[in-house]
């Protein structure tokens, strides 16, 4: 099983970029997947996730309204549409998908790392001031 994190890059403050991730070995159509990051010397944060269905969505606070998680299961893939990126932004960014199918959790449970059975490698994501 791998997930293929792409669409890293660097980019200018208030610019956009869209990272994908993709699946292959088993398919996640059902199955809850996240975005985290991690910037240097800091822990992992999570970033987005999406449910099973693709019908809810989660955010954490220092990224709602900026992005937008979304996937697309006849692709296998996933994706993190990034819009007015800001320095603070800059970490690598994982995706990750959860081992069990058609599960709905509590919202905060969506958050917790621990949820995630299966990591990407990971993107750089490098925003300049």
């Known amino acids: 099983v791998q997930l293929q994190a792409s669409g890293g890059g660097l980019v200018q403050a208030g610019g956009s970029l869209r990272l994908a991730c993709t699946t292959s070995?088993?398919?996640?159509?059902?199955?809850?997947m996240g975005w985290f990051r991690q910037a240097p010397g800091k822990q992992r944060d999570f970033v987005a996730a999406?449910?099973?269905?693709?019908?809810?969505?989660y955010y954490a606070d220092s990224v709602q309204g900026r992005f937008t998680i979304s996937r697309d299961d006849a692709k296998n893939t996933i994706y993190l549409q990034m819009a007015n990126l800001k320095p603070e932004d800059t970490a690598v960014y994982y995706c990750?998908?959860?081992?069990?199918?058609?599960?709905?959790?509590?919202?905060?449970?969506?958050?917790?790392?621990?949820?995630?059975?299966?990591w990407g490698q990971g993107t750089q994501v490098t925003v300049s001031s």
């Open positions: 999406i449910s099973w269905s693709g019908g809810s969505t």
């Open positions: 070995g088993r398919t996640f159509n059902e199955n809850v």
């Open positions: 990750a998908a959860d081992e069990r199918r058609r599960t709905t959790y509590t919202g905060p449970y969506y958050r917790s790392s621990s949820l995630y059975d299966y």
